[in-house]
Nanobody, 128 residues
Framework: QVQLAESGGGSVQAGGSLRLSCPASGYTHSFYCMGWFRQVPGKEREEVATIDNGGSAKYADSVKGRFTISQDNARKTSYLQMNNLKVEDTAMYYC??????????????????????WGQGTQVTVSS
């Protein structure tokens, strides 16, 4: 059974940095896509960044230039480096992974193209 376990969340002042990690267990091969999402209570899930097994990454406009997604295929771990954090980055952050070869940039929530495996989330709180 595949399990993802996020860590690295916490509280930080605006302008600070955090690095989220997401090691996967229960799967012996590399994932085709890994991604980071965030959600605020009462709002829909927002895609933050995705990366495929070739290293191609995509970012939400709101985090471009501040966040960097990376992965260690051998360790089946994804990372999200978050710099220059803003108050509006406050959210629960979830990592996700998928083995299907549907393009990482074309995943649609709630459909068969959505990510299959999800972590439990790690809270990020940014104060002014």
């Amino acid at each position: 059974q595949v399990q993802l376990a996020e860590s690295g969340g916490g509280s930080v002042q605006a302008g600070g940095s955090l690095r989220l990690s997401c090691p996967a267990s229960g799967y012996t091969h590399s994932f085709y896509c890994m991604g980071w999402f965030r959600q605020v209570p009462g709002k829909e899930r927002e895609e933050v960044a995705t990366i495929d097994n070739g290293g191609s990454a995509k970012y939400a406009d709101s985090v471009k230039g501040r966040f960097t997604i990376s992965q260690d295929n051998a360790r089946k771990t994804s990372y999200l480096q978050m710099n220059n954090l803003k108050v509006e980055d406050t959210a629960m952050y979830y990592c996700a992974a998928d083995t299907t070869t549907w393009p990482c940039t074309e995943r649609v929530p709630g459909t068969k193209t959505d990510f299959t495996y999800w972590g439990q989330g790690t809270q990020v709180t940014v104060s002014s």
